[in-house]
């Protein structure tokens, strides 16, 4: 079986949202510092960022995240979402509601065209979310 994964950078912000994820989406995070993995980073005084985060929730889905060191270029992806969609519409409310918070809302999530509920945010760590619940959504 192949996956295909978000993997989400920070500069500095990993563990807070991915906290903050894990409040909205639920599952159990793994968290990797770069102070766990000795000889990796140029500056001692990053030890604490996430070398490497990954939250894995019961429905299977998994979200991976780290900090990008000083020394590295940060680069933050233009034109990418990351895309949570299904056919429980509940679930998916549950979740825009509280990823919403602190969030810049593009899109009220409400009923779309073409069937079901869409919403569109860029939440409060700059990363951009599109919403699909209900019909049609698997």
Known sequence: ??????YISFRGDARAAME???QALGGDL???TFGDMPGMLQDEAEQTLVMHAQLTTPGG???????TPGYMEYKTPQGVSVSLSGSDEAEIHAAW???????????????????GQFGMLTDRFGVDWMFSGGEGNA
């Open 1 to 6: 079986m192949t996956n295909l994964n978000p």
């Open 20 to 22: 903050f994820y894990q």
């Open 30 to 32: 793994q968290v990797m």
């Open 61 to 67: 889905l998994v979200l991976m995240a780290s900090d």
């Open 97 to 115: 509601d509280k990823l919403a918070d602190g969030a810049t809302v593009s899109q009220d999530y409400g009923p779309a065209p073409w069937g």
